[in-house]
């Protein structure tokens, strides 16, 4: 059984229910109901290459339409590649909270924001490393390990 704790495994950076996954865009979408707590954590180290928010719709979070929802993506540099935590506002909510800069360093489980109510957060996940979650998974942030290295991997 793998240890979540372990350095080198991607932490997941929300706690919510995995609702898709994207294989050729290696993107997991993790929907935050109302109830779960709505902040995002870094889920890997790295530094902070690019944040661009963009204003769009409040769809709910959880259907195909929010991909044009208002976002922030936190785009980080690590050392296994870059790795987007994508913020994605719901039908409730209104405000997304970025809480790191460009150009900051952050390590593995270091908040980076919030959304404020239900929402959802998409992660990619960087070539050489294996999803180890599917659909329907609860995760929790900072604790759920959402992928691993591949046996080649350093």
């Known amino acids: 059984m793998a240890n979540p704790n372990?350095?080198?495994?991607?932490?997941?950076?929300?706690?919510?229910?995995?609702?898709?996954?994207?294989?050729?865009?290696?993107?997991?979408?993790?929907?935050?109901?109302?109830?779960n707590v709505h902040i995002t954590a870094a889920p890997l180290d790295g530094v902070v290459k690019r944040i661009t928010p963009e204003k769009g719709s409040f769809k709910p979070a959880f259907i195909r339409d929010a991909d044009f929802n208002t976002r922030n993506t936190i785009e980080l540099m690590t050392k296994y590649g870059d790795v987007k935590v994508v913020q994605i506002a719901g039908f409730?909510?209104?405000?997304i909270k970025c809480e790191v800069n460009e150009g900051q360093s952050v390590?593995?489980?270091?908040?980076?924001?919030k959304i404020c109510f239900g929402s959802r957060v998409d992660v990619s996940i960087p070539e050489g490393f294996e999803i180890r979650v599917k659909e329907g998974d609860k995760v929790k942030c900072r604790k759920t390990a959402i992928a691993s290295p591949c046996a080649t991997s350093p």
Not at 6 to 32: C, H, N, Q, W
């Open 107 to 113: 390590v593995k489980t270091e908040r980076m924001g």
């Open 6 to 35: 372990d350095k080198y495994y991607m932490l997941s950076p929300a706690s919510g229910k995995v609702i898709g996954i994207e294989e050729e865009s290696r993107t997991i979408t993790i929907f935050m109901h109302l109830h």
């Open 92 to 95: 409730f909510t209104r405000k």
